[in-house]
Protein backbone atom coordinates (compact mmCIF):
# COMPACT_ATOMS: atom_id res chain seq x y z
CA UNK A 1 0.00 0.00 0.00
CA UNK A 2 1.36 3.37 -0.69
CA UNK A 3 1.53 6.49 1.25
CA UNK A 4 -1.23 8.42 -0.84
CA UNK A 5 -3.19 5.40 -1.04
CA UNK A 6 -3.06 5.26 2.91
CA UNK A 7 -4.36 8.73 3.22
CA UNK A 8 -7.26 8.20 1.20
CA UNK A 9 -8.23 5.56 2.86
CA UNK A 10 -7.43 7.23 6.08
CA UNK A 11 -9.71 10.03 5.31
CA UNK A 12 -12.81 7.75 3.91
CA UNK A 13 -12.66 5.86 7.67
CA UNK A 14 -13.84 9.76 8.75
CA UNK A 15 -16.18 10.10 6.05
CA UNK A 16 -17.24 7.03 3.82
CA UNK A 17 -18.34 8.89 0.82
CA UNK A 18 -17.58 7.74 -2.69
CA UNK A 19 -14.41 9.00 -4.15
CA UNK A 20 -15.05 10.55 -7.89
CA UNK A 21 -12.14 12.75 -8.91
CA UNK A 22 -13.60 16.46 -9.57
CA UNK A 23 -11.65 16.76 -12.61
CA UNK A 24 -12.30 13.32 -14.72
CA UNK A 25 -13.39 14.03 -17.96
CA UNK A 26 -16.75 12.37 -19.13
CA UNK A 27 -17.99 11.72 -22.72
CA UNK A 28 -18.08 14.26 -24.85
CA UNK A 29 -21.16 14.62 -27.26
CA UNK A 30 -19.13 14.27 -30.16
CA UNK A 31 -16.12 11.78 -31.09
CA UNK A 32 -13.46 13.37 -33.71
CA UNK A 33 -11.62 9.94 -34.24
CA UNK A 34 -12.12 6.15 -32.69
CA UNK A 35 -9.26 3.81 -32.80
CA UNK A 36 -8.61 0.16 -30.65
CA UNK A 37 -5.56 1.37 -28.81
CA UNK A 38 -4.24 4.75 -27.95
CA UNK A 39 -0.66 5.08 -27.26
CA UNK A 40 0.55 8.52 -25.27
CA UNK A 41 4.29 9.08 -25.95
CA UNK A 42 6.73 8.42 -28.57
CA UNK A 43 9.83 7.04 -26.89
CA UNK A 44 10.89 3.49 -26.58
CA UNK A 45 8.06 2.29 -24.66
CA UNK A 46 5.27 4.16 -26.57
CA UNK A 47 6.72 2.70 -29.64
CA UNK A 48 7.31 -0.70 -28.85
CA UNK A 49 3.38 -0.26 -27.28
CA UNK A 50 1.76 0.91 -30.41
CA UNK A 51 4.01 -1.57 -33.06
CA UNK A 52 3.61 -4.96 -30.55
CA UNK A 53 -0.30 -3.59 -30.59
CA UNK A 54 -0.64 -3.31 -34.13
CA UNK A 55 1.32 -6.79 -34.97
CA UNK A 56 -0.95 -8.63 -32.58
CA UNK A 57 -4.18 -7.13 -34.88
CA UNK A 58 -5.59 -5.04 -32.28
CA UNK A 59 -7.33 -3.00 -35.14
CA UNK A 60 -6.41 0.65 -35.33
CA UNK A 61 -3.37 2.30 -33.06
CA UNK A 62 -3.09 5.93 -32.48
CA UNK A 63 0.30 7.31 -31.04
CA UNK A 64 0.31 10.54 -29.72
CA UNK A 65 3.55 12.52 -29.69
CA UNK A 66 3.33 16.50 -27.98
CA UNK A 67 6.47 17.07 -29.87
CA UNK A 68 7.08 17.71 -33.22
CA UNK A 69 9.78 15.15 -33.53
CA UNK A 70 10.00 11.60 -32.23
CA UNK A 71 13.45 12.60 -31.49
CA UNK A 72 12.41 14.90 -27.71
CA UNK A 73 12.58 12.33 -25.60
CA UNK A 74 14.83 10.46 -22.74
CA UNK A 75 15.03 7.29 -24.80
CA UNK A 76 17.18 9.85 -27.18
CA UNK A 77 19.03 11.48 -24.24
CA UNK A 78 20.15 7.95 -23.51
CA UNK A 79 22.43 5.69 -24.45
CA UNK A 80 20.67 2.88 -25.28
CA UNK A 81 22.01 0.31 -22.92
CA UNK A 82 19.86 -2.87 -22.74
CA UNK A 83 19.92 -5.63 -19.73
CA UNK A 84 18.19 -8.82 -20.84
CA UNK A 85 18.18 -12.58 -20.43
CA UNK A 86 18.49 -15.73 -22.53
CA UNK A 87 19.05 -13.85 -25.60
CA UNK A 88 20.56 -14.58 -29.01
CA UNK A 89 23.52 -11.58 -28.59
CA UNK A 90 24.50 -14.30 -25.33
CA UNK A 91 24.42 -17.11 -27.59
CA UNK A 92 26.37 -15.59 -30.04
CA UNK A 93 29.21 -14.32 -27.72
CA UNK A 94 29.42 -17.67 -25.76
CA UNK A 95 27.31 -16.83 -22.14
CA UNK A 96 25.82 -19.06 -20.49
CA UNK A 97 22.89 -17.29 -19.24
CA UNK A 98 21.49 -19.01 -15.82
CA UNK A 99 18.38 -18.03 -16.61
CA UNK A 100 15.15 -14.98 -16.62
CA UNK A 101 15.09 -15.91 -12.60
CA UNK A 102 18.41 -15.29 -11.65
CA UNK A 103 18.27 -12.15 -13.67
CA UNK A 104 14.71 -11.24 -11.82
CA UNK A 105 16.51 -11.56 -8.55
CA UNK A 106 20.03 -9.12 -9.77
CA UNK A 107 16.92 -6.58 -9.98
CA UNK A 108 15.25 -6.95 -6.95
CA UNK A 109 18.86 -6.65 -5.57
CA UNK A 110 19.52 -3.75 -7.32
CA UNK A 111 16.12 -1.91 -6.15
CA UNK A 112 16.80 -3.26 -2.57
CA UNK A 113 13.67 -5.47 -2.33
CA UNK A 114 11.59 -2.19 -3.27
CA UNK A 115 10.47 -3.69 -6.43
CA UNK A 116 6.95 -4.45 -7.69
CA UNK A 117 7.84 -8.19 -8.15
CA UNK A 118 5.08 -8.45 -10.39
CA UNK A 119 6.53 -6.06 -12.82
CA UNK A 120 10.02 -7.64 -11.96
CA UNK A 121 9.51 -10.90 -13.20
CA UNK A 122 7.45 -9.61 -16.26
CA UNK A 123 10.25 -7.59 -17.44
CA UNK A 124 13.15 -10.38 -16.78
CA UNK A 125 10.91 -13.07 -18.12
CA UNK A 126 10.28 -11.49 -21.32
CA UNK A 127 13.47 -9.11 -21.59
CA UNK A 128 14.95 -11.52 -24.27
CA UNK A 129 12.09 -12.52 -26.83
CA UNK A 130 12.26 -8.67 -27.11
CA UNK A 131 15.81 -8.07 -27.36
CA UNK A 132 15.44 -10.77 -30.08
CA UNK A 133 12.65 -9.43 -31.76
CA UNK A 134 14.76 -5.66 -32.03
CA UNK A 135 17.30 -7.63 -33.92
CA UNK A 136 14.78 -9.60 -36.35
CA UNK A 137 14.08 -6.26 -36.67
CA UNK A 138 17.86 -4.51 -37.52
CA UNK A 139 19.33 -3.44 -34.48
CA UNK A 140 22.30 -5.81 -33.70
CA UNK A 141 23.64 -6.06 -29.82
CA UNK A 142 26.82 -7.22 -28.18
CA UNK A 143 27.66 -7.56 -24.72
CA UNK A 144 29.31 -4.80 -22.40
CA UNK A 145 30.38 -5.62 -19.24
CA UNK A 146 28.02 -4.38 -15.62
CA UNK A 147 29.46 -5.70 -12.11
CA UNK A 148 25.88 -5.46 -11.16
CA UNK A 149 25.02 -8.90 -13.09
CA UNK A 150 26.56 -12.18 -12.26
CA UNK A 151 27.55 -12.98 -16.37
CA UNK A 152 27.34 -10.65 -19.49
CA UNK A 153 23.73 -9.21 -20.13
CA UNK A 154 23.85 -5.46 -20.56
CA UNK A 155 23.28 -5.11 -24.56
CA UNK A 156 25.06 -2.32 -26.57
CA UNK A 157 23.08 -1.65 -29.60
CA UNK A 158 26.17 -0.50 -31.88
CA UNK A 159 25.65 3.05 -31.21
CA UNK A 160 25.93 5.34 -28.13
CA UNK A 161 22.16 6.97 -27.62
CA UNK A 162 19.01 4.96 -27.63
CA UNK A 163 17.68 7.01 -30.83
CA UNK A 164 17.80 3.69 -33.28
CA UNK A 165 15.00 2.07 -30.85
CA UNK A 166 13.15 5.19 -31.85
CA UNK A 167 14.19 5.05 -35.92
CA UNK A 168 13.53 1.61 -36.21
CA UNK A 169 10.26 0.89 -34.43
CA UNK A 170 8.79 4.48 -36.20
CA UNK A 171 9.79 2.95 -39.40
CA UNK A 172 7.57 -0.74 -37.98
CA UNK A 173 4.72 1.84 -36.54
CA UNK A 174 4.33 3.19 -40.05
CA UNK A 175 4.57 -0.30 -42.09
CA UNK A 176 1.97 -1.42 -39.60
CA UNK A 177 -0.49 1.34 -40.37
CA UNK A 178 0.04 2.95 -36.95
CA UNK A 179 -1.17 6.95 -37.11
CA UNK A 180 1.47 8.40 -35.42
CA UNK A 181 -0.26 12.02 -34.60
CA UNK A 182 3.02 14.55 -33.97
CA UNK A 183 2.69 17.94 -32.08
CA UNK A 184 -0.49 16.44 -30.89
CA UNK A 185 -0.51 17.03 -26.86
CA UNK A 186 -2.60 14.42 -24.53
CA UNK A 187 -4.89 16.61 -22.23
CA UNK A 188 -7.01 14.94 -20.54
CA UNK A 189 -7.76 10.80 -19.84
CA UNK A 190 -11.90 10.61 -20.26
CA UNK A 191 -13.82 8.11 -18.14
CA UNK A 192 -17.28 6.99 -17.95
CA UNK A 193 -19.54 8.30 -15.68
CA UNK A 194 -18.46 6.78 -12.01
CA UNK A 195 -14.67 7.30 -13.48
CA UNK A 196 -14.09 3.34 -13.27
CA UNK A 197 -12.70 2.99 -16.80
CA UNK A 198 -11.06 4.86 -19.51
CA UNK A 199 -13.18 5.34 -22.73
CA UNK A 200 -11.02 8.18 -24.08
CA UNK A 201 -8.21 11.05 -24.66
CA UNK A 202 -8.94 14.40 -24.97
CA UNK A 203 -5.68 15.83 -27.26
CA UNK A 204 -4.71 19.34 -28.52
CA UNK A 205 -2.93 19.70 -32.08
CA UNK A 206 -2.74 22.64 -33.76
CA UNK A 207 -4.78 24.53 -30.84
CA UNK A 208 -7.08 22.53 -31.82
CA UNK A 209 -8.85 19.87 -29.59
CA UNK A 210 -9.42 16.60 -30.56
CA UNK A 211 -11.56 13.94 -28.58
CA UNK A 212 -10.57 10.32 -29.60
CA UNK A 213 -12.52 7.69 -28.32
CA UNK A 214 -10.50 4.88 -27.28
CA UNK A 215 -12.65 0.93 -27.30
CA UNK A 216 -9.95 -1.28 -25.93
CA UNK A 217 -7.20 0.63 -23.85
CA UNK A 218 -5.19 3.31 -23.29
CA UNK A 219 -1.42 3.11 -22.51
CA UNK A 220 0.59 6.40 -21.10
CA UNK A 221 4.22 6.07 -22.10
CA UNK A 222 4.98 10.35 -21.79
CA UNK A 223 7.94 9.21 -19.97
CA UNK A 224 8.39 10.91 -16.41
CA UNK A 225 9.06 14.06 -14.75
CA UNK A 226 13.26 14.61 -14.98
CA UNK A 227 13.17 17.23 -16.96
CA UNK A 228 11.07 19.40 -15.26
CA UNK A 229 13.12 21.54 -12.81
CA UNK A 230 10.37 22.34 -10.10
CA UNK A 231 8.38 18.46 -9.80
CA UNK A 232 12.39 17.31 -8.68
CA UNK A 233 12.57 19.58 -6.41
CA UNK A 234 9.10 18.43 -5.28
CA UNK A 235 9.45 14.93 -5.15
CA UNK A 236 13.17 14.17 -4.91
CA UNK A 237 13.95 16.14 -1.65
CA UNK A 238 17.26 14.55 -0.84
CA UNK A 239 18.24 16.15 -4.81
CA UNK A 240 17.06 19.58 -4.29
CA UNK A 241 18.55 21.71 -7.35
CA UNK A 242 19.98 18.65 -9.19
CA UNK A 243 21.16 19.42 -12.65
CA UNK A 244 19.28 17.33 -15.43
CA UNK A 245 20.00 15.10 -18.45
CA UNK A 246 16.74 13.65 -18.96
CA UNK A 247 14.27 15.28 -22.02
CA UNK A 248 13.00 19.21 -21.17
CA UNK A 249 9.81 17.43 -22.12
CA UNK A 250 10.07 14.95 -19.54
CA UNK A 251 7.55 17.06 -17.71
CA UNK A 252 5.14 14.54 -15.91
CA UNK A 253 2.47 14.86 -18.36
CA UNK A 254 0.67 11.41 -18.36
CA UNK A 255 1.25 10.94 -14.48
CA UNK A 256 -0.08 14.14 -14.02
CA UNK A 257 -3.53 13.43 -15.91
CA UNK A 258 -3.83 9.83 -14.44
CA UNK A 259 -3.64 11.60 -10.78
CA UNK A 260 -6.87 13.50 -12.09
CA UNK A 261 -8.70 10.79 -12.39
CA UNK A 262 -7.80 9.85 -8.79
CA UNK A 263 -4.66 7.38 -10.10
CA UNK A 264 -2.48 5.87 -7.30
CA UNK A 265 1.31 6.27 -7.78
CA UNK A 266 4.15 4.34 -6.30
CA UNK A 267 8.02 5.15 -4.80
CA UNK A 268 6.99 8.80 -6.52
CA UNK A 269 10.02 9.85 -4.11
CA UNK A 270 12.62 7.75 -5.61
CA UNK A 271 14.13 8.69 -8.57
CA UNK A 272 17.86 7.65 -10.45
CA UNK A 273 19.54 10.55 -10.21
CA UNK A 274 23.22 9.76 -11.29
CA UNK A 275 25.95 10.55 -8.55
CA UNK A 276 28.67 12.01 -11.25
CA UNK A 277 26.97 14.14 -13.57
CA UNK A 278 29.00 17.14 -15.22
CA UNK A 279 26.96 20.33 -15.22
CA UNK A 280 26.81 21.96 -18.74
CA UNK A 281 24.29 24.97 -18.31
CA UNK A 282 23.79 25.37 -14.26
CA UNK A 283 20.96 28.49 -15.25
CA UNK A 284 18.63 25.83 -17.10
CA UNK A 285 19.81 23.11 -14.53
CA UNK A 286 21.22 21.02 -17.41
CA UNK A 287 23.95 18.52 -17.11
CA UNK A 288 25.09 15.43 -18.40
CA UNK A 289 26.20 11.95 -16.85
CA UNK A 290 30.08 11.32 -16.18
CA UNK A 291 30.27 7.72 -16.26
CA UNK A 292 32.26 7.25 -13.00
CA UNK A 293 30.79 4.00 -12.09
CA UNK A 294 32.14 2.28 -15.47
CA UNK A 295 35.35 3.63 -15.15
CA UNK A 296 36.13 2.33 -11.67
CA UNK A 297 35.64 -1.36 -13.43
CA UNK A 298 39.14 0.33 -14.81
CA UNK A 299 40.93 1.00 -11.21
CA UNK A 300 39.20 4.54 -10.80
CA UNK A 301 38.11 5.40 -6.70
CA UNK A 302 35.18 8.01 -5.57
CA UNK A 303 35.24 10.27 -2.98
CA UNK A 304 33.11 12.53 -1.02
CA UNK A 305 33.47 16.33 -0.34
CA UNK A 306 35.32 15.13 2.93
CA UNK A 307 37.75 13.71 0.76
CA UNK A 308 37.45 9.73 1.59
CA UNK A 309 35.67 7.06 -0.26
CA UNK A 310 32.11 6.37 0.51
CA UNK A 311 31.54 3.54 -1.80
CA UNK A 312 32.47 0.34 -3.89
CA UNK A 313 33.63 2.17 -7.00
CA UNK A 314 32.28 0.20 -9.71
CA UNK A 315 28.55 0.42 -7.84
CA UNK A 316 25.99 1.83 -10.48
CA UNK A 317 25.79 5.83 -10.42
CA UNK A 318 22.13 5.85 -8.99
CA UNK A 319 22.82 3.45 -5.89
CA UNK A 320 26.07 5.76 -5.46
CA UNK A 321 23.68 8.94 -5.50
CA UNK A 322 21.65 7.85 -3.12
CA UNK A 323 24.50 7.17 -0.99
CA UNK A 324 25.93 10.38 -1.77
CA UNK A 325 22.65 12.21 -0.62
CA UNK A 326 22.45 10.65 2.97
CA UNK A 327 26.23 11.52 3.24
CA UNK A 328 25.13 15.11 2.42
CA UNK A 329 28.05 15.24 -0.24
CA UNK A 330 26.90 18.23 -2.46
CA UNK A 331 30.09 17.33 -5.04
CA UNK A 332 31.53 13.79 -5.65
CA UNK A 333 34.94 13.42 -7.17
CA UNK A 334 36.37 10.58 -9.43
CA UNK A 335 40.07 9.88 -8.87
CA UNK A 336 42.16 7.75 -11.33
CA UNK A 337 45.63 7.34 -12.54
CA UNK A 338 46.69 7.90 -16.86
CA UNK A 339 46.63 4.09 -16.87
CA UNK A 340 43.36 3.55 -15.29
CA UNK A 341 42.36 6.45 -17.12
CA UNK A 342 43.73 5.39 -21.29
CA UNK A 343 42.68 1.79 -19.86
CA UNK A 344 38.89 2.88 -19.99
CA UNK A 345 39.04 5.48 -22.94
CA UNK A 346 40.85 2.18 -24.91
CA UNK A 347 37.89 -0.16 -24.24
CA UNK A 348 34.82 2.30 -23.67
CA UNK A 349 33.77 4.83 -26.25
CA UNK A 350 31.69 6.48 -24.40
CA UNK A 351 33.36 8.54 -21.31
CA UNK A 352 30.27 11.15 -21.15
CA UNK A 353 27.12 10.31 -22.08
CA UNK A 354 26.51 12.93 -25.25
CA UNK A 355 29.98 13.59 -25.79
CA UNK A 356 31.78 12.07 -28.37
CA UNK A 357 35.22 10.66 -27.21
CA UNK A 358 36.88 13.21 -28.56
CA UNK A 359 35.06 16.39 -27.05
CA UNK A 360 36.23 14.25 -23.49
CA UNK A 361 39.92 14.48 -24.40
CA UNK A 362 39.12 18.33 -25.43
CA UNK A 363 37.33 18.54 -21.67
CA UNK A 364 40.70 17.06 -20.71
CA UNK A 365 42.58 19.97 -21.68
CA UNK A 366 40.23 22.66 -20.39
CA UNK A 367 41.86 23.90 -17.03
CA UNK A 368 38.45 25.28 -16.37
CA UNK A 369 36.00 22.15 -16.82
CA UNK A 370 34.99 19.45 -14.62
CA UNK A 371 38.72 17.25 -14.97
CA UNK A 372 41.94 18.39 -13.31
CA UNK A 373 45.24 16.89 -14.00
CA UNK A 374 48.10 16.72 -11.31
CA UNK A 375 51.70 15.08 -10.92
CA UNK A 376 50.47 14.48 -7.26
CA UNK A 377 48.00 14.19 -4.60
CA UNK A 378 48.45 17.14 -3.08
CA UNK A 379 48.63 19.13 -5.97
CA UNK A 380 44.95 17.29 -6.92
CA UNK A 381 43.33 17.85 -3.65
CA UNK A 382 44.62 21.64 -3.93
CA UNK A 383 42.63 22.00 -7.14
CA UNK A 384 40.19 19.59 -6.12
CA UNK A 385 39.74 21.95 -3.27
CA UNK A 386 39.63 18.95 -0.84
CA UNK A 387 41.63 18.80 2.73
CA UNK A 388 45.07 17.42 1.10
CA UNK A 389 46.03 15.59 4.44
CA UNK A 390 42.61 13.76 4.45
CA UNK A 391 43.02 12.67 0.51
CA UNK A 392 46.61 11.93 0.98
CA UNK A 393 45.21 9.44 4.03
CA UNK A 394 42.82 8.09 1.45
CA UNK A 395 45.16 7.09 -1.16
CA UNK A 396 47.63 5.74 1.10
CA UNK A 397 44.81 3.40 2.70
CA UNK A 398 43.36 2.40 -0.61
CA UNK A 399 47.14 1.60 -2.47
CA UNK A 400 47.19 -0.69 0.75
CA UNK A 401 44.02 -2.36 -0.27
CA UNK A 402 45.45 -2.64 -3.78
CA UNK A 403 48.99 -4.34 -2.68
CA UNK A 404 47.01 -7.15 -0.57
CA UNK A 405 44.32 -7.24 -3.68
CA UNK A 406 41.20 -6.78 -1.11
CA UNK A 407 38.86 -3.83 -0.70
CA UNK A 408 38.47 -3.75 3.35
CA UNK A 409 36.42 -0.59 3.11
CA UNK A 410 34.04 -1.76 0.65
CA UNK A 411 34.87 -4.84 -1.15
CA UNK A 412 35.09 -3.49 -4.22
CA UNK A 413 35.29 -5.96 -6.87
CA UNK A 414 37.42 -4.50 -9.59
CA UNK A 415 40.80 -3.29 -8.25
CA UNK A 416 43.17 -2.64 -11.01
CA UNK A 417 46.21 -0.26 -9.97
CA UNK A 418 47.95 1.55 -7.25
CA UNK A 419 48.11 5.78 -7.16
CA UNK A 420 51.87 5.65 -6.16
CA UNK A 421 52.88 7.47 -9.54
CA UNK A 422 51.38 10.37 -11.54
CA UNK A 423 50.05 12.05 -13.34
CA UNK A 424 46.27 11.77 -11.82
CA UNK A 425 43.01 13.02 -12.88
CA UNK A 426 40.47 14.44 -10.93
CA UNK A 427 36.66 14.47 -11.89
CA UNK A 428 34.14 17.03 -10.31
CA UNK A 429 30.85 15.80 -10.54
CA UNK A 430 27.56 17.21 -9.09
CA UNK A 431 24.28 14.88 -8.74
CA UNK A 432 22.01 14.86 -12.30
CA UNK A 433 18.72 13.53 -12.68
CA UNK A 434 17.93 10.99 -15.57
CA UNK A 435 15.11 8.68 -14.45
CA UNK A 436 12.27 8.55 -12.75
CA UNK A 437 11.88 4.86 -10.69
CA UNK A 438 8.80 5.59 -9.08
CA UNK A 439 5.26 6.54 -11.12
CA UNK A 440 2.00 5.06 -11.62
CA UNK A 441 0.88 2.14 -9.75
CA UNK A 442 0.12 -0.73 -12.02
CA UNK A 443 -2.07 -3.71 -10.39
CA UNK A 444 -2.19 -7.51 -11.06
CA UNK A 445 -4.06 -6.83 -14.24
CA UNK A 446 -1.64 -4.29 -14.95
CA UNK A 447 -4.10 -1.58 -15.54
CA UNK A 448 -3.53 1.09 -13.26
CA UNK A 449 -5.26 1.30 -9.71
CA UNK A 450 -6.75 4.24 -8.23
CA UNK A 451 -6.31 5.21 -4.47
CA UNK A 452 -8.26 2.46 -3.46
CA UNK A 453 -6.23 -0.09 -4.62
CA UNK A 454 -9.35 -1.01 -7.81
CA UNK A 455 -8.30 -1.32 -11.52
CA UNK A 456 -9.17 1.68 -13.52
CA UNK A 457 -10.58 -0.21 -16.59
CA UNK A 458 -7.93 0.18 -19.95
CA UNK A 459 -5.84 2.34 -18.22
CA UNK A 460 -2.02 0.94 -18.49
CA UNK A 461 1.59 2.47 -18.39
CA UNK A 462 4.96 1.93 -18.92
CA UNK A 463 8.56 3.25 -19.07
CA UNK A 464 9.21 5.93 -17.09
CA UNK A 465 5.30 6.47 -16.38
CA UNK A 466 5.05 3.45 -14.26
CA UNK A 467 6.78 2.74 -10.96
CA UNK A 468 8.16 -0.18 -9.42
CA UNK A 469 10.32 -2.15 -11.68
CA UNK A 470 13.56 -0.89 -10.40
CA UNK A 471 12.64 -0.63 -6.45
CA UNK A 472 14.85 2.31 -5.13
CA UNK A 473 17.77 1.93 -7.53
CA UNK A 474 18.83 0.34 -10.69
CA UNK A 475 21.24 -1.55 -12.54
CA UNK A 476 22.69 -0.05 -16.34
CA UNK A 477 20.68 -1.10 -19.19
CA UNK A 478 17.46 -1.76 -16.95
CA UNK A 479 15.37 1.70 -18.04
CA UNK A 480 15.52 1.01 -21.26
CA UNK A 481 15.21 -2.56 -21.07
CA UNK A 482 11.89 -2.43 -19.01
CA UNK A 483 10.75 0.57 -20.79
CA UNK A 484 10.60 -1.49 -24.33
CA UNK A 485 9.98 -5.07 -22.80
CA UNK A 486 6.92 -4.12 -20.29
CA UNK A 487 5.58 -1.48 -23.62
CA UNK A 488 6.00 -4.31 -25.69
CA UNK A 489 3.94 -6.67 -23.22
CA UNK A 490 1.42 -4.18 -22.80
CA UNK A 491 0.93 -3.72 -26.52
CA UNK A 492 -0.10 -7.88 -27.37
CA UNK A 493 -2.02 -7.63 -23.78
CA UNK A 494 -4.20 -4.21 -24.60
CA UNK A 495 -4.66 -5.73 -28.29
CA UNK A 496 -6.55 -8.76 -26.71
CA UNK A 497 -8.86 -6.77 -24.77
CA UNK A 498 -12.14 -6.77 -25.83
CA UNK A 499 -13.84 -3.63 -26.98
CA UNK A 500 -15.94 -1.02 -25.01
Not at 164 to 189: F, P
Not at 269 to 280: E, L, R
Not at 471 to 500: E, H, M, P
Request: net charge positive.
Amino acid sequence: MSLSRRLFISSAAVTPTVFLPASAALAPKHWDTECAVLVIGGGAAGMSAAVSAAEAGAGKVILLEKNVTLFQNSTTYSNGLFSAANTKAQVRQGVKDPGAEVFAQEIMKSGHGFNDKHLVEIFAHNSGETINWLEDKGIHFKLVPNPAFGVLRMHHNGTESGAIYIEVLSKEAKRLGVDIMLNTKALELVTNDNASAVIGVVASSKEKTINIKVTKGVIICSGGFMGSASMIDKYLLPFRGAVSCASPASTGDGLLMAQKIGADTFLLDQGAVYCYGVPVDLSKRRGLIFRGNVFGIYGSIAVGDNGRRFVADELGSAGAGKIAAQHGFKHTYILATEAQLQDFMAHDKSQVIGWSQDKFKEELKNPNGFAKKANTILELASKLSLDPKTLEETINRYNGFVKKNHDDDFNRKCIKGDFQKGPFYGFICQPVAMANLGGLHAGKTMEIVDVYNKPIKHLYAAGEAIGGVHGDSYAGGDSIGASITIGRYLGKLVAKNKSI
